[in-house]
């Protein structure tokens, strides 16, 4: 009995070790590239962006990570004032409207901002690398589709 229970365990040693090591490394390049202390070696090495390139890219971002900081935290108060409207309210109000279409307005501009920053940034890859980079970041920042389907409504 002790027999078949020592191999079990030892098979599952073997692929508990052997699990790890593929994994290790099958992530090795990503893991290492998502070490980087701005988390931007990735993006180097997925547009294959020389270093005139990659250090423009990296000026810009710069320059634009103050002005998402604001928008950011702008977004985050209107967004609690509106809940705050919505849990004091029992019905729409015109200051509940307000709130919901300030805080939409300034997601909206929010999206604007980092859709020109896509272009600002695309425009320093070689094309065919700049159209892949704006398709794969536009659907990470555009807005959602309706909650219904809008083709009952033409």
Not at 85 to 98: C, F, I
Not at 107 to 115: K, Y
Request: hydrophobic content about 45%; glycine content about 2%.
């Amino acid at each position: 009995m002790k027999k078949p229970v020592i191999i079990l365990l030892a098979m599952l040693a073997a692929a508990t070790t052997v699990y790890f090591a593929c994994y290790r490394f099958a992530t090795h390049e990503t893991r290492q590239m998502l070490s980087a202390p701005d988390g931007s070696a990735w993006l180097r090495a997925e547009f294959a962006l020389t270093e005139e390139q990659f250090r423009a890219i990296i000026a810009l971002q710069s320059d634009y990570e103050p002005r998402c900081v604001e928008m950011c935290a702008r977004i985050t108060k209107l967004r609690e004032r509106l809940e705050k409207l919505l849990h004091e309210s029992k019905t729409m109000t015109p200051e509940v409207d307000a709130a919901m279409r300030e805080a939409s307005q300034m997601q909206a501009d929010c999206h604007a901002a980092a859709l020109a920053q896509v272009f600002a940034i695309s425009a320093h890859m070689a094309p065919e690398q700049a159209v892949r980079y704006r398709a794969m970041i536009a659907k990470r920042i555009l807005p959602g589709t309706l909650p219904h389907d809008t083709a009952t409504h033409r």
